[in-house]
């Protein structure tokens, strides 16, 4: 089906991003008046909000390209999944990256050089490549971070199967890919605070505060139970729409469970037709019903 992907993709873009940019928007345009939990939820938020609004843009894309027979590259394949700095840069923004290897990286001298020039090509495309961004600071502290972990996994990378074997994790393969899958979507979480704060001084507010009265919030909410009222935290997107929001991640977290195996298209090209149909038109009446459907450019279009 031509227009299956572009589906896929106004459902992240329409469901998911634009909605839970609403709290986004309100928590990072005034974050000295969301201090704890709201800067919290609004952080991991925007984790999801960035990565549904790039690759929703990327598949709406290329579905429309196949239309007319153009074949384009696959942009992002579950960067949240992966397992190292490294890898995370081969799953995330795949022709961007791929274009800062093949004229930058390689013009600058690749790996083929000394190991302190080495240093100095990935420190200078992580920095260029925040810069290419915007001319703000938190751009740059942005790339440089990425450069920063990339180079403190290369340095790493004989002290790490020492301590895996020491705590016995090669033991439990299962948990040692769960453990490096969270440290990786943390670290990139971190970096990405300082990617959609206005200013420094605001990333720096948001990173001091972001746990401040967390532990009294989630004793209120122990205390209280799961309701919608865990969401009450002045937010200006209702209870209802959040949690709409949550069904579309969780849905979202299948999708890409299904893609561990195979992709989805040869996933669903295996069933019954009344089941791709029935996938195909739950989709739709999705964006239909569900999509949040007030202005809002690709966060992209900002580049």
């Given at each position: 089906?031509?227009?299956?992907?572009?589906?896929?993709?106004?459902?992240?873009?329409?469901?998911?991003?634009?909605?839970?940019?609403?709290?986004?928007?309100?928590?990072?345009?005034?974050?000295?008046?969301?201090?704890?939990?709201?800067?919290?939820?609004?952080?991991?938020?925007?984790?999801?909000?960035?990565?549904?609004?790039?690759?929703?843009?990327?598949?709406?894309?290329i579905g429309a390209a196949k239309v007319f027979g153009i074949d384009l590259m696959q942009n992002f394949r579950r960067p949240y999944f992966a397992k190292s700095i490294r890898e995370f840069?081969?799953?995330?923004?795949?022709?961007?990256?791929?274009?800062?290897?093949?004229?930058?990286?390689?013009?600058?001298?690749?790996?083929?050089?000394?190991?302190?020039?080495?240093?100095?090509?990935?420190?200078?495309?992580?920095?260029i490549s925040g810069l290419w961004h915007g001319a703000n600071w938190t751009f740059i502290i942005w790339g440089g971070l990425h450069g920063s972990y990339y180079l403190f996994s290369y340095?790493?990378?004989?002290?790490?199967?020492?301590?895996?074997?020491?705590?016995?994790?090669?033991?439990?393969?299962?948990?040692?890919?769960?453990?490096?899958?969270?440290?990786?979507?943390?670290?990139?979480?971190?970096?990405?605070?300082?990617?959609?704060?206005?200013?420094?001084?605001?990333?720096?507010?948001?990173?001091?505060?972001?746990?401040?009265?967390?532990?009294?919030?989630?004793?209120?909410?122990?205390?209280?139970?799961?309701?919608?009222?865990?969401?009450?935290?002045?937010?200006?997107?209702?209870?209802?729409?959040?949690?709409?929001?949550?069904?579309?991640?969780?849905?979202?977290?299948?999708?890409?469970?299904?893609?561990?195996?195979?992709?989805?298209?040869?996933?669903?090209?295996?069933?019954?037709?009344?089941?791709?149909?029935?996938?195909?038109?739950?989709?739709?009446?999705?964006?239909?019903?569900?999509?949040?459907?007030?202005?809002?450019?690709?966060?992209?279009?900002?580049?």
């Amino acid at each position: 089906m031509l227009f299956r992907s572009m589906l896929w993709g106004f459902f992240k873009k329409i469901v998911i991003a634009d909605r839970v940019a609403v709290i986004v928007n309100q928590v990072y345009n005034n974050p000295s008046d969301a201090a704890g939990l709201p800067l919290l939820i609004g952080t991991y938020l925007f984790a999801f909000q960035i990565y549904c609004d790039f690759s929703g843009y990327s598949d709406i894309a290329i579905g429309a390209a196949k239309v007319f027979g153009i074949d384009l590259m696959q942009n992002f394949r579950r960067p949240y999944f992966a397992k190292s700095i490294r890898e995370f840069w081969q799953r995330w923004h795949i022709s961007l990256s791929t274009w800062f290897r093949d004229y930058l990286y390689m013009s600058l001298g690749g790996s083929h050089t000394t190991r302190w020039r080495w240093y100095y090509n990935i420190m200078i495309v992580f920095l260029i490549s925040g810069l290419w961004h915007g001319a703000n600071w938190t751009f740059i502290i942005w790339g440089g971070l990425h450069g920063s972990y990339y180079l403190f996994s290369y340095w790493t990378r004989n002290i790490r199967p020492r301590l895996t074997r020491l705590f016995k994790l090669d033991k439990v393969p299962i948990l040692q890919k769960t453990l490096r899958v969270l440290f990786i979507f943390h670290i990139v979480l971190f970096g990405w605070i300082f990617f959609r704060a206005n200013n420094l001084s605001e990333a720096i507010f948001i990173i001091t505060h972001l746990f401040t009265g967390v532990g009294d919030a989630l004793n209120r909410i122990i205390e209280s139970g799961i309701t919608p009222g865990i969401f009450n935290y002045g937010f200006e997107l209702p209870a209802s729409e959040m949690l709409i929001g949550m069904i579309a991640i969780i849905i979202l977290g299948i999708h890409h469970l299904i893609q561990r195996k195979q992709t989805v298209r040869s996933w669903l090209n295996a069933k019954p037709i009344w089941i791709r149909w029935s996938v195909y038109y739950c989709l739709l009446i999705s964006i239909l019903v569900f999509g949040y459907l007030e202005p809002s450019q690709f966060i992209y279009f900002q580049f």
